[in-house]
């Protein structure tokens, strides 16, 4: 059977499953929480307010309770499988640069389908919550979406010539990212509307088993094994933590201080983005806004917008100006949005807290793009799952401590969390005005490279 390099379908079809999960997910455990606290069926039309918004009103106490329960249960839950996803994540995208890039493609994939079944199954038995924690662990032992991208990410680096090339493709795949995504989001509403909870969790069982048949059968790999060697539980350690330390210890002050540098700034933003807009929402289901789940898929797909300028704006402004910049650009903007939402008490203005969002997403793929490359074309491997690994751990404590923070404030202000994490944009713009006085202003990728390489393994410059 004829092979393709192609990892794009796989990346849509893993993301589009996925967000139509997520909304689902957190909706699902929002309407069972709402039925244990206030003793009645969750309230579900076709108006813009399911919420009591009289304050004075029981209800409106009920309400918030079920904030703050549906807002914990989501941190406890998403700490339940995260050591686990941190683990396999690590050795699995670390050892694609020997034992190849499609092992930390297909397991996640089989972890997601085996979710989505089983949230099928509890959606239909109406099965305790309890059982999303073992669930989480579970599915922990296959990876999660950053094996997934980790090793989707290295697929496509593997793939490009020059340093231009990778901080194109690697906006694509986010492009990709977002589209799919906002589609999942938008969709997520209707065929909930349409066909109910567990019937949506077999749809996306349905996307799962196509795309694990696609790359088992149809996605070459990029890299060549030639043979397969027989190896300890502890050689095999030994070389995956050889990797990543061969990416700090060996090299040059120069490349580790950019290496460190671009990893501090990357996990600061992550931690300000990720904690904030997951939020959204909860912040959508409460009081004022207090949207159904229409509305609610119509607020996800909105981000389609921020994806698409971000992507446009990597293209045309890479042209013109350096990475550098590109990121301080897209930090401002998150700012504007993320202050915007935290003061939006309107459907309309809670829509348009996307609009000054338009290049927040910049940074992502430009700082994933920087650190690739400064490394070898032998440390992609090691360098993604550095990466794969942090984007676990900083989502994890973001979301606990957003989640958290949000549950002890939403009665006096649900916007706070918002300007925090706005407030918290000063880490990534400080370790990024730290990078531009060490490095003088230069960009020379190459140099560092071949100062690691002198059999000029990397050539090309962008």
């Known amino acids: 059977m004829k092979k393709t390099l192609i990892v794009e379908p ?36 076709d108006n813009v307010s399911h919420c009591e918004l009289n304050q004075s009103d029981p209800i409106y106490l009920k309400e918030q309770e079920v904030q703050e329960k549906a807002s914990l249960f989501a941190m406890k839950m998403d700490l339940s499988g995260a050591v686990l996803n941190i683990l396999v994540a690590f050795v699995l995208v670390a050892n694609g640069d020997c034992c190849g890039r499609k092992i930390s493609l297909i397991l996640p994939l089989v972890g997601n389908l085996v979710t989505s079944i089983f949230l099928g199954v509890m959606s239909y038995y109406s099965l305790s919550l309890s059982f999303l924690y073992a669930l989480a662990f579970i599915s922990g032992l296959f990876g999660g979406m950053a094996t997934f991208l980790g090793g989707a990410f290295a697929f496509v680096v593997d793939l490009c010539e020059n340093h231009k090339q990778k901080t194109v493709r690697i906006a694509v795949v986010d492009l990709i990212y977002g589209l799919a995504s906002g589609l999942g989001g938008l969709s997520s509403g209707f065929i909930l509307k349409g066909i109910g909870f567990t019937w949506t969790f077999l749809t996306i069982s349905l996307i799962g088993m196509v795309n694990v048949f696609y790359v088992t059968c149809f996605l070459d790999d990029t890299v060549r094994v030639s043979e397969v060697q027989q190896q300890s539980l502890m050689e095999g350690l030994k070389r995956t933590f050889s990797g990543i330390h061969a990416l700090f210890k060996p090299s040059s002050f120069r490349k580790r201080t950019w290496i460190i540098l671009l990893l501090c700034t990357f996990m600061a933003y992550l931690f300000t983005v990720f904690g904030g807009m997951s939020l959204f929402t909860l912040y959508e289901l409460n009081d004022p806004l207090c949207w159904n789940e229409l509305y609610i898929g119509y607020g996800s797909a909105a981000s389609t917008s921020m994806s698409l300028t971000s992507f446009l704006g990597v293209v045309v402004l890479s042209q013109r100006l350096k990475d550098i910049y590109l990121i301080f650009i897209g930090i401002f903007s998150y700012l504007g949005g993320i202050i915007m939402a935290a003061f939006a008490n309107t459907t309309l203005l809670m829509l348009l807290v996307r609009m000054p969002s338009l290049l927040s997403f910049m940074p992502i793929p430009v700082l994933r793009s920087m650190l690739s490359k400064v490394a070898l074309p032998s440390e992609q491997g090691a360098l993604f799952a550095c990466i794969a690994c942090l984007e676990i751990v900083i989502g994890t404590i973001s979301f606990a401590a957003f989640n958290s923070i949000y549950a002890a404030t939403v009665a006096w202000f649900p916007g706070f969390s918002f300007l925090l994490s706005a407030g918290l944009c000063i880490i990534p713009l400080s370790t990024l005005s730290w990078l531009m006085c060490a490095t003088g202003h230069q960009q020379a990728y190459v140099p560092l490279v071949r100062e690691e390489d002198p059999a000029g393994e990397e050539t090309n410059s962008s």
């Open 10 to 45: 796989a990346i849509c079809m893993y993301i589009f499953a996925y967000s139509l999960y997520l909304p689902l997910g957190q909706q699902y455990v929002y309407r069972r929480i709402w039925e244990e606290t206030v003793n009645s069926s969750f309230k579900d039309d």
